[in-house]
């Protein structure tokens, strides 16, 4: 019965609209707009109430470090700022710590374009293999040839006699290839960048080099160091 009483028509409820009198104050609000906007008025409210409790029940005594290393900016707590948190001997270390770091991804890299480089033959540039036969006289000759003719000609597998499966991973190896190359050489300009840092912020006088001063143009700044006597 209740899958028939479903089947049958029903009237359609209309919502009641807000009265003419009321047309300043906007839509006229539903249950359903009630429901949500009292379920966030008392979440709000049950925030509140925890945060007064936390406030009542603190300890006077309660400390950390924070307390002090951090300040309240229009209400926002910020932490102090870290700039001169390390010395210079602790910078170094740890920029050398860096540059060790992309030294061995950047040997990585090469150990595994090495292999990639090893594993890919360019099918298409393969020279054929030749076998040549010598004869005593004609006689031989003309029975070497008639046996040539008989025999099956095997000929080097091209890249277009490959299957496709093949020949769609070697298409993928190649791009590992290139893709690898270029971040091979992105890892050696950090590294040189990194290298470079790290000299200009050991002791000695350095200065830049302007472009009449240099023997071959380059691109990024050359420094040279004063000569300093080694005792």
Known sequence: MSSLRNALPRRAHKERAQPSSRKKFGLLEKH?????????????????????????????????????????????????SDANRYTQEELLLMKTQDIGYVLQK???????????????????????????????????????????????VHLPLTSDDLPTNIKRKMVQSYKELEARKARL?????????????????????????????????????VYKWHAERKR
Do not use: W
């Open 106 to 152: 950047l040997q990585s890299e090469r150990k595994k374009i090495e292999k990639l480089n090893a594993t890919l033959h360019s099918l298409d540039n393969q020279r054929p293999n030749k076998h040549v036969f010598f004869a005593e006289d004609r006689e031989e000759a003309k029975e070497l040839r008639s046996q040539n003719l008989r025999r099956e």
């Open 32 to 80: 359903k707009d009630y429901v949500e906007r009292a379920k966030a008025f008392h979440k709000k409210e049950d925030t509140i109430r925890r945060l007064r409790e936390k406030a009542a029940n603190r300890n006077e005594d309660e400390f950390y470090f924070k307390m002090i290393k951090t300040k309240t900016v229009d209400g926002v707590h910020k932490p102090e």
């Open 185 to 221: 050489s992105q890892l050696e300009k950090i590294y040189m960048d990194m290298s470079m840092q790290k000299e200009l912020k050991k002791n000695g006088k350095k200065r830049k080099l302007r472009e009449d001063e240099l023997v071959t143009p380059a691109s990024k700044p």
